[in-house]
């Protein structure tokens, strides 16, 4: 969705494991890996530009 420009969304809610399979304990965590994984495809994230 990054590289294509599309908007996207995440917390607890939605998934439950960091990329890593760990357990995530936040939403802090999942958005903190959403946005590593939004940079390294090239993407800009909110507060980013």
């Known amino acids: 969705a990054a590289r294509c ?5 995440t917390g ?3 998934v439950l494991h960091l ?3 760990r357990p995530a304990r936040s939403n802090a965590q999942l ?3 959403a ?5 390294a495809a ?3 994230t909110a507060g980013s530009r």
């Open 35 to 39: 946005r590593e994984i939004s940079a």
């Open 42 to 44: 090239g993407a800009a």
């Open 19 to 21: 990329p890593d399979g």
């Open 5 to 9: 420009g599309a908007a996207t969304r």
């Open 12 to 14: 607890v809610g939605d």
């Open 31 to 33: 958005v903190a890996a």
